[in-house]
């Protein structure tokens, strides 16, 4: 079973706080992992990926990812309202099969 | 500029209707998906296609089918629709593994 789990939220932090989203997989042969954020009313945009044990950071992001615990985060610092949005964790499985968590809404109240 | 279209953003039809959505990317990406979004369950996988003629079930094939007679056209098709087939339909393409989403369409059923 090809599963994504994340915490459902919502999550909510002041502005400038770090906000901390989480997900697990199940499939061990997983490669490749991705973080999503869909506003509102709008299509998922990629906004991190992450492929090696370890942290990667983009600006105010940062990915983590544990394949020995099978456990892919991000660390979203000096959080902003416009961080408002849907979080979506995405494994790519073998095959380019690519399937998603349900989501963790943050809000960043001001 | 990536750009994956969707051919309706919403559309009304009635209970055992022939249903056809229409995605088409223009960046000559191998694989093609095609997903519904509900409220707290998340992306969930319908369909892919990693060639022409080619397609692979997702999680939930159960009502639909697919056709890709062209690299750049990945179509769904709901043979006779359910009001449980009411739902937000994503079609994302992909080269390696970034997806690129198209606008969505909100589908109703009568």
């Known amino acids: 079973q090809k599963e994504v789990e994340q915490n459902s939220g919502p999550l909510s932090v002041p502005e400038g706080a770090i906000a901390s989203l989480n997900c697990t997989y199940s499939d061990r042969g997983s490669q490749s992992f991705f973080w999503y954020r869909q506003y509102s009313g709008k299509s998922p945009e990629l906004i991190m990926s992450?492929?090696?044990?370890g942290d990667k950071e983009d600006g105010r992001f940062t990915a983590q990812l544990n394949k020995a615990s099978q456990y892919v985060s991000l660390l979203i610092r000096d959080s902003q309202p416009s961080d408002s949005a849907t979080y979506l964790c995405a494994v790519m499985y073998r095959n380019n099969d690519m399937r998603f968590g349900a989501g963790t809404r943050l809000t960043v109240k001001p | 500029d990536v750009k994956v279209t969707q051919s309706s953003r919403y559309l009304v039809k009635r209970t055992g209707e022939k249903v056809f959505l229409e995605c088409v990317q223009d960046m000559d990406h191998e694989n093609m998906f095609w997903y519904r979004q509900d409220p707290g369950l998340g992306l969930r996988l319908i369909y892919f296609s990693y060639d022409v003629k080619m397609k692979e079930k997702g999680d939930i094939p159960e009502g639909y089918s697919v056709s890709r007679e062209k690299k750049e056209r990945f179509s769904l098709i709901l043979e006779s629709a359910s009001t449980n087939q009411t739902s937000m339909y994503l079609c994302?393409?992909?080269?390696?593994?970034?997806?690129?989403f198209g606008p969505g369409t909100r589908l109703t059923v009568l």
């Open positions: 994302a393409s992909t080269l390696t593994d970034t997806q690129y």
């Open positions: 992450i492929y090696s044990n």
